[in-house]
């Protein structure tokens, strides 16, 4: 288990790393216009974003485990998507309630919140598509690269890697996300 989890913090630091590296850029850009950016906020969308498609992911073959439960609840350094929902929404959901509650039940919370995040999802795409068309690098496929590695890490957590899990992985919030944030840049530079 202690190799997941240093698989686990390995990709998310790599991938928060990315996230935090644009949230500033943006920050200063918008500073330099005279207009306020949080960097914070930028890395606190991504952690919900992430929160959210993990949670996809670990209910996906039928119940949330132990271990998967523990490294979505403790991955993020920014923000946490149940503390998000709560003081956004006014509930009082926690964790524990979360590992407690049925799968159905999961998923109910999740497809109830998934407009909230989705906001967040796309002020998150338009300024990271705005920073990876601006700079050399490819932002775009490490962060693919780095967020695919969590979420691999998340389909061992419970001992091992079923289909179920593979597919929501590919059909999460995230992919999602990376998916629109790559046809974006591609629009672009086809201008």
Known sequence: MEELVAHLIKNYDEAEQIVAGCGETLENYFKSKGQKFSAEIFCKQFDCILQYSMLQMAVADGNIDQNEWLFIKEVTKHSDLVTYINTKYKT???????????????????????????KLAEEFIYGFTMVDFSVDADLEDALCEATAGVMAVL????????????????????????????????????H
């Open 92 to 118: 009082k959901i926690n964790w524990d309630a979360i590992l407690q509650a049925s799968n159905d039940s999961v998923e109910k919370w999740l497809e109830v919140n998934k407009e909230y995040v989705d």
């Open 155 to 190: 389909g061992y957590a419970d001992g091992n890697s079923e289909e179920l899990e593979k597919s929501a992985a590919g059909n999460s919030l995230i992919v999602e996300v990376l998916a629109a944030i790559s046809n974006n840049l591609d629009k672009a530079n086809n």
